[in-house]
C-alpha cells in the first residue's frame, strides 16, 4: 500500500513538472513589433557583456543564442519597414544575416571558452547594430509615428 502511495505521488510530480514544462515553452509563433525586439536583443546583449565581464561563458553563449532565437517581425512592421525602405530592403536584409551569423559564431566561440574570439565577435555584432541604426532608425521611427 506504501509503495502504491509512493509511485503514485512520484507520478504526480512527474506529470506536474511535465505539464509545467509544456506550458513554459516559449511561444515562437508570437510575433512582435521591431521596437520590442529591438529592446529585448539589447537585454541579449548585455547579458553577453556581463559574461564578459565575469568571465561567464555560459552567459555568453545564453546571450548569443537568444539573439538568435527572438520572435519574428510581425505582418504590420515588416510591411510598414518594406513600405519605407523599397529599394534599400536588402541592406536592411544585410546588416540582420550579419548579426545573426555572428551571433552564431560568438556562441561558439563562447562553448570553446575563447575570450579573445568572443571580442572580436561581440565587436563585428555592436558595429552590425549600430550600422543598422545609423543608416535606417530615423527613418523607420519616423513612418512608424505618422502611420
Ligand atoms: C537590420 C537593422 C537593425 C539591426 C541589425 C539592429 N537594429 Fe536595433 N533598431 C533598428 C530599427 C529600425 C530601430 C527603430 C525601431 C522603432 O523604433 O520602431 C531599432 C531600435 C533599437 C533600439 C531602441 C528601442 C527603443 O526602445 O526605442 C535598441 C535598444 C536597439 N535597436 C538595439 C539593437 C541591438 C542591441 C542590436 C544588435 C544586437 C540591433 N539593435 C540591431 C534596426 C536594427
Known amino acids: 500500500m506504501k509503495n502504491r502511495i509512493t509511485v503514485f505521488t512520484l507520478l504526480l510530480i512527474s506529470g506536474s513538472i511535465l505539464t509545467g514544462l509544456t506550458f513554459e515553452e516559449p511561444k515562437q ?15 541579449d546583449m548585455q547579458i553577453i557583456n556581463e559574461g564578459i565581464y565575469t568571465e561567464n561563458f555560459n552567459l555568453i553563449e ?23 525602405l523599397g529599394e534599400r530592403m536588402p541592406a536592411f536584409g544585410q546588416y540582420d544575416k550579419l548579426v545573426h551569423d555572428t551571433a552564431d559564431s560568438l556562441k561558439v566561440a563562447a562553448a570553446e571558452r575563447n575570450m ?13 547594430c549600430v550600422s543598422c541604426h545609423a543608416s535606417f532608425r530615423n527613418e523607420i521611427i519616423r513612418a512608424r509615428s505618422v502611420n
Open 62 to 84: 545564453q546571450g548569443a543564442a537568444a539573439i538568435n532565437e527572438h520572435p519574428p517581425l510581425s505582418d504590420e512592421t515588416r510591411a510598414l519597414v518594406k513600405k519605407t
Open 29 to 43: 509563433d508570437e510575433s512582435l513589433d521591431l521596437q520590442t525586439i529591438m529592446r529585448l536583443i539589447y537585454t
Open 116 to 128: 579573445e574570439s568572443v571580442l572580436d565577435k561581440y565587436q563585428i555584432i555592436q558595429q552590425g
